[in-house]
């Protein structure tokens, strides 16, 4: 369930299922960064009834460039509930980089081409996504190197 942290409503299409299909990881050894690459079908769903097992508070700013979405997000996971019922400060911070398709039917559309025998530019899409993520983790290098 994702909602906004100053209002408390629940954002549209915050409530969904993510089902993992694959992953693959991917070591980097000439970038502080390694990545992953996930597959998932994220399902709408009813808002769940009762209090959440885990919460994640988020600090997300989203860039979109070409078909691809950029969010660079600040993750808090906060402490549990003491006794009394009240939270201690978040304790636990890191920090995401994701990046996904705009539109994931075009990729879809396209590998239904290449089935049908037909031209396709679902490798060029494919390219240019991960050209993405390693232009990324080169550029993390290039500002390490300046510090």
């Known amino acids: 369930v994702t909602s906004d942290q100053s209002s408390g409503q629940i954002l549209e299409g915050g409530?969904?299922?993510?089902?993992?299909?694959?992953?693959?990881?991917?070591?980097?050894?000439?970038?502080r960064l390694d990545y992953r690459i996930t597959v998932n079908i994220e399902k709408p769903m009813n808002m769940?009834?009762?209090?959440?097992?885990?919460?994640?508070?988020?600090?997300?700013?989203?860039?979109l460039h070409q078909q691809f979405k950029f969010d660079l997000t600040?993750?808090?996971?906060?402490?549990?509930?003491?006794?009394?019922?009240v939270r201690a400060p978040s304790q636990e911070v890191t920090h995401e980089l994701e990046v996904e398709f705009r539109d994931p039917k075009i990729l879809l559309r396209e590998r239904q081409k290449i089935e049908?025998?037909?031209p396709n530019q679902f490798m060029e899409i494919v390219e240019v996504f991960l050209d993405n993520i390693r232009t990324l983790a080169q550029k993390d290098m290039e500002i390490k190197n300046k510090t």
């Open 74 to 85: 600040q993750v808090k996971i906060p402490e549990k509930p003491s006794q009394n019922g």
């Open 48 to 63: 769940p009834k009762g209090q959440p097992d885990f919460e994640r508070n988020k600090d997300r700013m989203t860039y």
């Open 116 to 118: 049908q025998g037909m």
């Open 15 to 31: 409530v969904v299922e993510k089902i993992r299909v694959a992953n693959l990881n991917i070591f980097s050894p000439n970038t």
